[in-house]
């Protein structure tokens, strides 16, 4: 079966600290994988996703960059996180069937939440 | 940009009562939609989904609706239960690898 894992569980960093937290999926091949941020109270915001190794899209300008070194892994990144990066990270998957980029539901990480003070 | 909406951000419904949770989407090429389920400082789960090609898709003790003519979707929760208080958001696959999230509704169940 199909697990992902994501790390740490919470995070609390000064602002101009850098970020790195990671995600790991297991049991399956060539996922695309996805980077969301949730606000307090909010809806979930894509920040990056990715088809394959180092083929990653950006969904908004942000202080953030995302990087896939292997297949499945999927590691969100900051050189310097400021205030407004606070937030819940999650990180997801989707399979590919039969090849094919069917549309399909995203399974998801039990997230991240980091606190920059 | 193109998003997924929803028009309630909170509902409150009586344990047993029937749930009904709305959704908006604004692409009309959008195929295939999804409702998850959040519990706080949780990922969200898959509810249940349904294509395009389709109105309506039943699990068990939920059913979606999907009208295309005016780009709305529905989650019905049958007799609903405390567990089932949490947000509930819908999602929208446009066939380009992206799953874009609506804003969400949190459902109370009261006793």
Same mark, same amino acid.
């Given at each position: 079966?199909? =697990?992902?894992?994501?790390?740490?569980?919470? /995070?609390?960093?000064?602002?101009?600290?850098?970020? #790195?937290?990671?995600? =790991?999926?297991?049991?399956?091949?060539?996922?695309?994988?996805?980077?969301?941020?949730?606000?307090?109270? $909010?809806?979930?915001?894509? /920040?990056?996703?990715?088809?394959?190794?180092?083929?990653? #899209?950006?969904?908004?300008?942000?202080?953030? #960059?995302?990087?896939?070194?292997?297949? $499945?892994? +999927?590691?969100?990144?900051?050189?310097?996180?400021?205030?407004?990066?606070?937030? +819940?990270?999650?990180?997801?998957?989707?399979?590919? /069937?039969?090849?094919? $980029?069917?549309?399909?539901?995203? +399974? +998801?990480?039990?997230?991240? $939440?980091?606190?920059?003070? | 940009?193109?998003?997924?909406? *929803?028009?309630?951000? !909170?509902?409150?419904?009586?344990?047993?009562?029937?749930?009904?949770?709305?959704?908006?989407?604004?692409?009309?090429?959008?195929?295939?939609?999804?409702?998850?389920?959040?519990?706080?400082?949780?990922?969200?789960?898959?509810?249940?989904?349904?294509?395009?090609?389709?109105?309506?898709?039943?699990?068990?003790?939920?059913?979606? *609706? *999907?009208?295309? &003519?005016?780009?709305?979707?529905?989650?019905?929760?049958?007799? !609903?239960?405390?567990?089932?208080?949490?947000?509930?958001?819908?999602?929208?696959?446009?066939? &380009?690898?992206?799953?874009?999230?609506? &804003?969400? &509704?949190? *459902?109370?169940?009261?006793?």
């Amino acid at each position: 079966s199909q =697990t992902i894992h994501q790390w740490p569980a919470t /995070l609390v960093q000064p602002v101009g600290s850098p970020l #790195s937290l990671e995600c =790991t999926v297991e049991g399956t091949s060539n996922p695309n994988l996805y980077w969301y941020r949730q606000a307090a109270g $909010r809806g979930l915001q894509l /920040l990056f996703y990715s088809i394959g190794i180092d083929q990653i #899209s950006s969904e908004v300008p942000q202080n953030l #960059s995302a990087s896939r070194p292997q297949d $499945r892994q +999927f590691i969100l990144s900051s050189k310097k996180l400021l205030l407004s990066d606070s937030g +819940f990270y999650l990180c997801a998957w989707s399979p590919i /069937l039969w090849g094919l $980029r069917i549309n399909t539901e995203a +399974f +998801f990480g039990h997230g991240t $939440r980091l606190t920059v003070v | 940009g193109e998003s997924v909406g *929803l028009h309630l951000p !909170t509902l409150s419904v009586q344990e047993g009562d029937n749930s009904i949770i709305n959704c908006a989407y604004s692409n009309s090429a959008s195929d295939y939609f999804i409702w998850y389920k959040q519990e706080s400082g949780k990922g969200p789960q898959f509810i249940i989904d349904i294509r395009s090609n389709m109105d309506k898709r039943q699990g068990q003790r939920v059913t979606v *609706l *999907l009208n295309k &003519t005016v780009k709305h979707l529905s989650l019905q929760i049958a007799a !609903t239960q405390p567990g089932d208080s949490a947000v509930y958001f819908c999602a929208e696959n446009k066939a &380009t690898d992206k799953l874009i999230f609506g &804003t969400g &509704t949190r *459902l109370q169940v009261f006793p």
